[in-house]
């Protein structure tokens, strides 16, 4: 099984330490460079029995300028053709004006959206049920899986579910 996997959310929602989990510290940085306009691989995670290609979509917040709108456009498009979108957001924040902004802009994008709810180093498990149903009410997600990017919990288990949509 191979596929394409886009990771999009707010800034310091923990994207960059969840690729570099995975994947290992070089590639992640690389691709932490300013944003261009093109889609790229950030890396590539090759085991036994699947392969995933995660790409970067650059300039997944609102426009400030033509270039950004431009920028939009072209992550849009790209969004449409993944296997599978990974909405990262932090459990220690409530769902804000930049979480908003990306689920509208996901609306009628038939690719599955996974709502990965990260930092859950952070929180009370209690807390977990509230966080859920709040983003649930907002979008239909095809899977919501909790995880801490940094500590490692439940990374092993998201992986396992990507696998299931490539
Ligand atoms: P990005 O902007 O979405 O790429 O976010 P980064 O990966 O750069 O992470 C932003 C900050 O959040 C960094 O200081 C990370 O160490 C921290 N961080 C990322 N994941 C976790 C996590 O699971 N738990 C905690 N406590 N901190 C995290
Ligand atoms: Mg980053």
Redesign the pocket.
Known sequence: KSGFISII??????????L?RVIGQKIAIMS?KPQTTRNKVQGVLTSNDSQMIFIDTPGIHKPKHKLGDFMLKVSKNTLREVDVIMF?V?AEQKLGKGDEFILEMLAGNPTPVFLVI?????IHPDELIGIIESYKERYDFAEIVP?????G?NVEDLLTTLTKYL
């Open positions: 959310g707010r800034p310091n929602v923990g994207k960059s330490t969840f570099n932490d990262m932090n990260n930092k859950i180093d952070q995880i801490s990017a940094l500590q919990n």
